[in-house]
Nanobody, 110 residues
């Protein structure tokens, strides 16, 4: 069973930074373009970034996605965080075909 385990979330003040990590099985990591998604309170889950270079307009210039093949891990570096970035963040294949993990909560608040 494909597993995706997100970590690195937390409470941060506006303007702060966080780095999220996603550990994936070797199969899914090596076979698919990976993506980060987020779901804010009362909102649908949206794609934020992919390892093929896509970034949602709301995060362009502030978020950077990267991958470490040796560790089968995908990262999301988030800088200049805003309250509207508050959400549960998930990783998956860019098309969302893997099994969704628990996600990691990011809260941006003063």
């Amino acid at each position: 069973q494909v597993q995706l385990v997100e970590s690195g979330g937390g409470l941060v003040q506006p303007g702060g930074s966080l780095r999220l990590s996603c550990a994936a099985s070797r199969f899914i990591f090596s076979s698919y373009t990976m993506g980060w998604f987020r779901q804010g309170p009362g909102k649908q889950r949206d794609l934020v970034a992919t390892t093929s270079g896509y970034y949602a307009d709301a995060v362009k210039g502030r978020f950077t996605i990267s991958r470490d093949s040796a560790k089968n891990t995908v990262y999301l570096q988030m800088n200049s965080l805003k309250p509207e970035d508050t959400a549960v963040y998930y990783c998956n294949t860019a098309s969302g075909t893997g099994n969704w993990g628990q996600g990691t909560q990011v809260t941006v608040s003063s």
